[in-house]
């Protein structure tokens, strides 16, 4: 059964692909895999790497609008690989490519995302407006802390902002030294704390790569190893925070490590609803119509913009709510999920 083959055939064909403007090729890439595996059919008929393939392309087919009619592309040529398997050629601190090589299809991802007061989508796509005030883990597995710091939003406020945003990437033997990166209001950085700008000087350093996006406003931290992007903003007085995991990196914790805003969302005794009581610093009409501008959906992503500027009377709020919108769109796999509605 050569079922292996037709897997590192078409991460070789994809693996150069990313963005939205992936399509054709993507889809040429699919029906040469299809082709492939067909190929194999007779030989591989007890082979579950070859079900889980054959599944695993329908529905990438039916998720981007790919036609199984069309060209294929010749397989690339590949390296000679050590031993008949193939898996020393492999990069073991590529998780995609790792995954697809293994199980015969592309991993799930998850997102997460925190932002203004703030508002918490978890991997589970719950979401809450959380009180919150001091330090809370977003986050806590096998591979990843992080930690986001609150403080009130304004004197006399229920409602807080993130400040302190702290992200560890734990040392993987393998691939990356243990790497810090912290942010704080108008100290955003684009690199961890020991001045590096990727995952040190190990063979898969360059695995753990920081990128910055807009300067001392947003950048992108891109964990190869873990298959895992994390964006952080500055929009106004906060500090945002989003990431697209790998599902088995999203899981990889024990009972112990429970308490993840990511994963359970706010405690109950932390929630605030979104409709604010009394006067606020800016009437809600108003508010309304500062995020309807550049938030046309009215879903939670809109309730979230209001009530930070009601609340904060700082109108820069409304550009958390549509960075963490568009940080949605990007990560997100299903475009279905991404308005949540309430």
């Known amino acids: 059964c050569k079922i292996l083959r037709c897997n590192s055939e078409y991460v ?20 040469s895999y299809s082709l492939c595996t067909r190929r194999t ?6 082979d579950l790497a070859f079900h889980s393939a054959v599944h695993g392309i329908e529905d990438l087919m039916i998720q981007n609008n790919c036609s199984k009619e069309g060209p294929t592309a010749p397989p690339r040529p590949r390296p000679p690989a050590p031993n008949p398997h193939g898996f020393e050629s492999l990069d073991i601190c590529d998780y995609e490519q790792s995954f697809l090589y293994k199980h015969g299809r592309p991993p799930s991802f998850q997102h ?9 989508r978890t991997f589970h796509d719950d979401f ?11 986050l806590d597995n096998d591979y990843l802390f992080v930690q986001a710091t609150s403080s009130p939003v304004a004197k006399g406020s229920n409602a807080t902002v993130t400040s302190k ?3 560890i990437f734990k040392n993987m033997k393998e691939c990356i030294d243990q790497k810090v990166y912290q942010a704080e209001l108008d100290n955003v950085p684009a690199a961890f704390q020991d001045g590096s700008v990727n995952g040190g000087t190990r063979p898969g350093g360059s695995s753990l790569v920081i990128w910055e996006r807009s300067p001392g406003r947003h950048v992108e931290i891109r964990a190869d190893y873990i298959g895992t992007t994390i964006a952080v903003r500055q929009a106004g007085r906060q500090l945002s925070f989003s990431i697209r995991a790998a599902e088995e990196v999203a899981r990889a914790f024990t009972e112990e490590q429970d308490l993840q805003l990511c994963v359970g969302g706010c405690p109950h005794s932390q ?8 006067r606020g610093r800016v009437p809600a009409e108003t508010a309304q119509v500062l995020c309807r501008e ?3 959906v009215e879903d939670v992503y809109f309730q979230s913009c209001v009530f930070d500027v009601v609340t904060s009377g700082d109108t820069n709020f409304t550009m958390a709510a549509h960075g963490a919108l568009e940080d949605a769109r ?13």
Request: hydrophobic share 40%; net charge positive.
């Open 112 to 120: 997460c995302a925190a932002f203004g007061d703030p508002h918490i």
């Open 12 to 31: 070789a064909a994809t693996l150069h692909l990313r963005g939205p403007d992936r399509g054709a090729a993507f889809c040429t890439a699919l029906r």
């Open 41 to 46: 059919a007779r030989t591989c008929r007890g």
């Open 330 to 342: 990007l990560f997100l796999s299903d475009a279905e999920k991404l308005h949540i509605f309430q």
């Open 165 to 167: 945003l702290t992200i």
């Open 294 to 296: 550049i938030l046309p």
């Open 271 to 278: 929630r605030l609803s979104r409709s604010p009581r009394g």
């Open 128 to 138: 809450h407006t959380c009180r919150v005030e001091g330090s809370w883990p977003l």
